[in-house]
């Protein structure tokens, strides 16, 4: 540094001997090192007990000049048919029928009537699609499951002929390491209700438990009441169940409780049987439910 201090000092001397009108003006540099602003990650949706983070879906029409996507998360507030992401691949329910809905502006629903077995390369289902902007379309689909069992596409025909095809994808928040719960009950459920627009809302629903949680049988194979909380392996949101028989009345009623509401049916229909029971019934507000519980 004092090298650097006299060779300055000589530089200015030398060029002010030279002549008097020169002058030297000198030029202080700055080096600024720019700063990094750091955002956090975005939290992680933790979607409520029986239901997956998200789900995507598209449905292509060409002949109507439909190709729709669609994202629906369970990010908020989840009712029983308000905008809601559920799929059954995502959520433990291999025991079930296929059931994907994507619901919000519009509403998606790909579905299949029978459970989804190991080891499958396609299965028969069905398309509902609504939305304001264009006319409902219902087709029947065969559906095809990538190997990570979360995603898949399908086509298919709706009912005046046109090709149908689309994408899925399912987007759990479930540890897979947790579903080790050994289970010998089950509980399927369908919810349904009018869209007001001359169609239907449905909503597929279902539970894996041990049968000593639920199935509190008498001898002959009945039990005055069946229930289950915070069941072990919920599909689609329902997470707990109530069938109450009273003997004053000689009749059945049920609750289901879905994520945080309830469907109560006062006035319950119900089949006994050695090994569970099939029941239906309509609630107050409409809502139909009909299932079947097996132990």
Same mark, same amino acid.
């Not at 002010?16 to 000198?26: E, F, L």
């Not at 065969?142 to 399908?154: I, L, M, N």
């Given at each position: 540094?004092?090298?650097?201090?006299?060779?300055?000092?000589?530089?200015?001397?030398?060029?002010?001997?030279? =002549?008097?009108?020169?002058?030297?003006?000198?030029?202080?540099?700055?080096?600024?090192?720019?700063?990094?602003? @750091?955002?956090?990650?975005?939290?992680?949706?933790?979607?409520?007990?029986?239901?997956?983070?998200?789900?995507?879906? =598209?449905?292509?029409?060409?002949?109507?000049?439909?190709?729709?996507?669609?994202?629906? $998360?369970?990010?908020?507030?989840? %009712?029983?048919?308000? /905008?809601?992401?559920?799929?059954?691949?995502?959520?433990?329910?291999?025991?079930?029928?296929?059931?994907?809905?994507?619901?919000?502006?519009?509403?998606?629903?790909?579905?299949?009537?029978?459970?989804?077995?190991?080891?499958? @390369?396609?299965?028969? %289902?069905?398309?509902?699609?609504?939305?304001?902007?264009?006319?409902?379309?219902?087709?029947?689909?065969?559906?095809?499951?990538?190997?990570?069992?979360?995603?898949? =596409?399908? &086509?298919?025909?709706?009912?005046? %002929?046109?090709? &149908?095809?689309?994408?899925?994808?399912?987007? $759990?928040?479930?540890?897979?390491?947790?579903?080790?719960?050994? &289970?010998?009950?089950?509980?399927?459920?369908?919810?349904? *209700?009018?869209?007001?627009?001359?169609?239907?809302?449905?909503?597929?629903?279902?539970?894996?438990?041990?049968?000593?949680?639920?199935?509190?049988?008498?001898?002959?194979?009945?039990?005055?009441?069946?229930?289950?909380?915070?069941?072990?392996? /919920?599909?689609?949101?329902?997470?707990?169940?109530?069938? @109450?028989? @009273?003997?004053?009345?000689?009749?059945?009623?049920?609750?289901? *409780?879905?994520?945080?509401?309830?469907?109560?049916?006062?006035?319950? =229909?119900?089949?006994?049987?050695?090994?569970?029971? &099939?029941?239906?019934?309509?609630?107050?507000?409409?809502?139909?439910?009909?299932?079947?519980?097996?132990?």
């Amino acid at each position: 540094m004092p090298h650097r201090l006299l060779v300055g000092i000589l530089s200015l001397v030398v060029v002010a001997g030279c =002549s008097a009108q020169q002058s030297v003006t000198v030029v202080e540099q700055l080096e600024i090192t720019p700063t990094t602003t @750091t955002h956090a990650p975005p939290p992680q949706i933790v979607a409520p007990a029986g239901l997956v983070q998200s789900v995507i879906m =598209s449905v292509t029409v060409e002949a109507l000049d439909l190709d729709e996507r669609m994202v629906a $998360s369970n990010d908020g507030a989840v %009712g029983i048919f308000s /905008p809601i992401a559920t799929c059954s691949l995502g959520e433990g329910g291999g025991w079930f029928p296929l059931e994907i809905v994507a619901s919000g502006e519009s509403f998606f629903r790909l579905n299949s009537a029978a459970p989804i077995s190991d080891g499958f @390369t396609a299965i028969d %289902g069905q398309l509902h699609y609504h939305s304001s902007n264009i006319a409902s379309v219902e087709a029947d689909v065969t559906v095809y499951v990538d190997d990570d069992r979360a995603s898949g =596409s399908f &086509v298919g025909n709706d009912h005046q %002929g046109h090709t &149908v095809s689309g994408e899925f994808e399912c987007v $759990s928040s479930i540890d897979e390491t947790m579903m080790t719960v050994d &289970v010998d009950t089950e509980l399927s459920v369908r919810l349904a *209700k009018s869209d007001g627009v001359g169609g239907r809302l449905v909503r597929r629903l279902g539970l894996r438990t041990s049968s000593e949680q639920m199935c509190l049988t008498t001898v002959d194979g009945t039990s005055d009441r069946w229930f289950v909380e915070n069941a072990d392996q /919920p599909v689609g949101g329902l997470t707990g169940v109530a069938l @109450t028989f @009273t003997p004053s009345t000689g009749s059945w009623a049920g609750e289901f *409780k879905i994520v945080e509401q309830s469907v109560v049916i006062e006035a319950l =229909s119900v089949s006994e049987m050695p090994t569970g029971l &099939v029941f239906s019934g309509v609630s107050v507000e409409g809502y139909s439910v009909d299932g079947a519980l097996t132990c």
